[in-house]
């Protein structure tokens, strides 16, 4: 998995035993992306040559294999022991609202198939797109498989997206889902651009600035925040272009970074009441979850809702989406539909995946 933040690679190792249940988290390791390849990605567009990303389409695969012989390495496993690898790919353009809608993952599967010696699942996110659907968020699947509970359970994915699960508690095992707004991915441009550090560590730089409520509540009015679910959305909206424009004159570089926090923190809270139900504890996944200042403004954002790490639950937060696409490989090669109606408003079950067989 290489998600919308640009951080780098992270590479899970699951075992499966049924669809629904007795999911373990094996290994986990994280490979940085250089800063040239972070750039290249970021710089990826609509307008980009077709050169260019076949280019990147062709060059991913390559870092992935690197990534999982890394992890056959340190778990002293071989490919002829995986099933199969769940690659969902680099997400360089998801637009729902175009005609036909487009969402768009560089990595090459046969490609990456070759340098592995292991079957690929990919395109996960064509078929629920090609039936109508957001083809976004995919996690609350998984959000379910780990982390139901007796009672009404929120799950939050702090990516360069977040986005929200919401876990019935009835023996229907409900779960419904959307994108919430911009977390990581406008965090981690600003402080790039100004600090030219990838991310703000531990979100020390956005603790040192001031909120401004009138820009603030300025970027809580783009359209998107109130739209009703299903909705999904990615850096092609938000991203500095969306972002600079929007910034008063005086504003300095550690307020905006603290206002961005908030906007984050405001926009799951407001995402929260849209669900028209107050779940009993909120658990936080994702790179997000690293963030100390985001999950503090997150935890004040939702209280009286309860907030721990997904790491308290015996998943490290940012595993949890990696593991969710191995999930969802299982469930491809097993035969399995989903039931998407609650979450990307797909208007039947479907597979999700094609296999590339190695």
């Known amino acids: 998995m290489s998600g919308t933040s640009l951080d780098g690679i992270d590479c899970s190792l699951i075992e499966c035993h049924g669809p629904d249940e007795r999911v373990r988290l094996r290994h ?43 992890l056959l390495k340190q778990t002293q496993l071989s490919a002829a022991e995986i099933r199969a690898i769940g690659c969902h790919g680099q997400t360089v353009w998801h637009d729902t609202k175009r005609q036909p809608p487009v969402s768009v993952q560089l990595g090459n599967p046969s490609h990456l ?23 976004a968020p995919l996690a609350p699947l998984f959000h379910r498989v780990l982390f139901q509970a007796p009672h009404l359970r929120a799950v939050l994915n702090l ?23 911009p977390a990581n991915t406008l965090l981690d441009a600003w402080c790039e651009a100004n600090l030219g550090d990838p991310y703000d560590h531990q979100g020390q730089w956005a603790a040192s600035g001031h909120i401004d409520e009138a820009f603030l509540q300025r970027l809580l009015n783009d359209p998107f925040f109130s739209q009703p679910p299903p909705r999904s959305t990615g850096p092609e909206h938000f991203n500095l272009a969306w972002l600079k424009p929007q910034i008063p004159a005086a504003l300095s570089a550690a307020d905006v970074q603290a206002t961005l926090v908030e906007l984050t923190a405001q926009s799951i809270a407001q995402a929260l009441q849209q669900c028209g139900q107050t779940p009993k504890d909120l658990i936080i996944t994702g790179g997000g979850a690293r963030n100390d200042e985001l999950v503090r403004r997150v935890t004040a954002a939702v209280a009286p809702c309860s907030v721990q790490l997904s790491d308290s639950l015996g998943v490290p937060a940012e595993a949890v989406e990696s593991a969710g696409f191995a999930w969802l490989a299982y469930a491809a090669m097993a035969g399995i539909r989903h039931d998407l109606s609650t979450i990307t408003g797909a208007p039947r079950p479907l597979p999700l995946g094609g296999i590339y067989p190695a």
């Open 28 to 70: 986990h390791l994280h490979r940085a992306f250089s800063a040239d390849t972070r750039d290249a990605l970021r710089q990826i567009s609509a307008q980009s040559s077709l050169a260019s990303v076949l280019d990147w389409h062709n060059t991913l695969p390559m870092l992935y294999a690197q990534a999982v012989a890394a």
């Open 113 to 135: 198939a070759e340098h592995t010696g292991i079957s690929v699942v990919a395109d996960f996110r064509q078929r629920d797109l090609a039936a109508g659907g957001q083809a």
């Open 159 to 181: 990516g360069g997206i977040a986005n929200i699960s919401m876990l019935g508690s009835g023996a229907q095992r409900s779960v419904s889902g959307f994108d919430c707004g």
